[in-house]
């Protein structure tokens, strides 16, 4: 099913396989249609199956990374490049060593900074000399963050050093061995930095994410739900399997 909504687009798939295959069709169209285009790029289970479909397409030759840029939402901080749940780790194992984007174009927040504010500013300054983003992946947290911008009482404008929430600690740290080893903190766009790409694609699967799905697309626009923002973007694409659109189709149909 695919959906205008108000200003935005709903495109629901079947399962999983089928939403990730639309999640790399619209990445990959991107990259056809602008050389030298910039993307956004998220973490997290969700983009996987994505990620997994674009290594595919490269691998056929239907899709050239060699002059996309990319910028990731965020980093855990403190965390090593080398440490495999670092989100620099995870981009390399799961997307960047398997295509041929030039690493020198992949940027990730430096988990390690010791200035977490100069960081920060100059992740910005990187984003602004790109020219911009011109397509943001984004998956969803149960609490409705995007990169890491945790619910709160205003939506954050620029690349931040933020504590996470005790609930996104947890939600995470089915990834480590431990919780107390997840990091307490992160280095993340902000809401005014993802808002500022020119398209937004938000992927969002399986039925743990129903409610929160509703509550982004569908409900109050509030920081304390903070992808809510998203529905005043004027170019988003929401992409949902069944399980997670199970709310949202008796609203909209
Ligand atoms: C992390 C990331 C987010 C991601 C979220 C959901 O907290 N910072 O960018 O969207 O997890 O992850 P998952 O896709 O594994 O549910």
């Known amino acids: 099913m695919e959906k205008k909504y108000k200003n935005f687009k709903i495109v629901i798939k079947e399962n999983y396989d089928s939403t990730s295959i639309v999640?790399?069709?619209i990445i990959a169209g991107l990259v056809n249609a602008k050389s030298g285009g910039v993307l956004g790029l998220?973490?997290?289970g969700t983009p996987v199956g994505?990620?997994?479909q674009l290594i595919a397409m490269q691998a056929a030759g239907k899709v050239d990374f060699s002059h996309v840029t990319c910028f990731n939402l965020d980093e855990y901080h403190p965390i090593a490049a080398s440490n495999s749940q670092s989100y620099k780790y995870f981009m390399k194992d799961n997307l960047f060593n398997h295509i041929n984007i030039n690493p020198a174009n992949t940027h990730i927040p430096d988990g390690m900074?010791?200035?977490?504010q100069a960081e920060c500013a100059a992740y910005e300054q990187k984003i602004a000399a790109a020219g911009g983003i011109d397509l943001q992946l984004l998956g969803?947290?149960?609490?409705?963050h995007i990169g890491f911008n945790e619910p709160a009482s205003a939506f954050s404008r620029e690349t931040n050093y933020i504590a996470?929430?005790?609930?996104?600690i947890e939600a995470n740290a089915r990834y480590f061995n431990s919780p107390d080893e997840v990091p307490k903190h992160a280095l993340t766009m902000g809401i005014g930095t993802i808002f500022a790409a020119r398209r937004i694609v938000m992927m969002i699967t399986g039925a743990a994410k129903a409610n929160i799905a509703e509550a982004a697309i569908l409900g109050y626009i509030s920081p304390q739900v903070p992808a809510s923002i998203l529905q005043l973007h004027p170019d988003?694409?929401?992409v949902l399997d069944a399980d997670a659109a199970k709310n949202i189709i008796p609203r909209i149909t």
């Open 236 to 238: 988003v694409t929401f």
């Open 42 to 44: 998220a973490t997290g």
């Open 23 to 25: 999640v790399a069709d």
């Open 50 to 52: 994505a990620y997994k």
């Open 113 to 116: 900074a010791e200035d977490v």
């Open 140 to 144: 969803i947290g149960s609490n409705g």
């Open 164 to 168: 996470l929430e005790a609930s996104t």
